[in-house]
């Protein structure tokens, strides 16, 4: 008889859990909504299709200039490519970075190391700091280049995301 109920009680929160289901990016920070906020780059849509919504709106490019945005190329690791502000230049073939959701889901990074490993000198590949290994990434990423805006909006402002909840939309700072 108990197990008879248990399985029917277990049976009955299931079938009421899918009538509350919230998304599973629902309140998860991306990389593209903080890199248009603290880059002031007005760009909507995944990381992959920014280059192409940058031509004839901003000045893109192969070199590296604080507050530009680095424009990270879909692949099978990254399916939306990715999006990352430049913070600082180091050099030519070295950057921080200030992103979100890389090495940890919907995590914010701040200067953070990125450095160009591409053959041509031209940031089209690039190794990127990654918590979890504690160094630069185990593999390398392509890059479509830099998309240039004037000046980045301020890095240490809170980030506002919306997130959904069973009341409603609710605004609440990232940090």
Known sequence: MIGGFRAFFAASVLALSTL???????GTLQCAPFARQ???IDIHGNANTWWGQAEGRYDRGHEPRVGAVLAFSASRSMPVGHVAMVSKVVN??????????????????RNVRAIDVSA???WTDVRVWYGPTGGLGLR?????GFIYA??????????????ADMGGAAVRSAF
Request: aromatic share 6%.
């Open 20 to 26: 509350f289901a919230v998304p599973a990016a629902a």
């Open 38 to 40: 603290v880059s002031g």
């Open 92 to 109: 030519d073939r070295e950057v921080l970075l200030t992103h979100a959701n890389w090495s940890y889901r919907g995590g914010i990074e």
């Open 120 to 122: 041509n000198n031209d």
């Open 140 to 144: 390398s990423n392509p890059a479509r």
């Open 150 to 163: 004037d000046a980045p909006r301020g890095v240490d402002q809170p980030v506002q995301i919306a997130s």
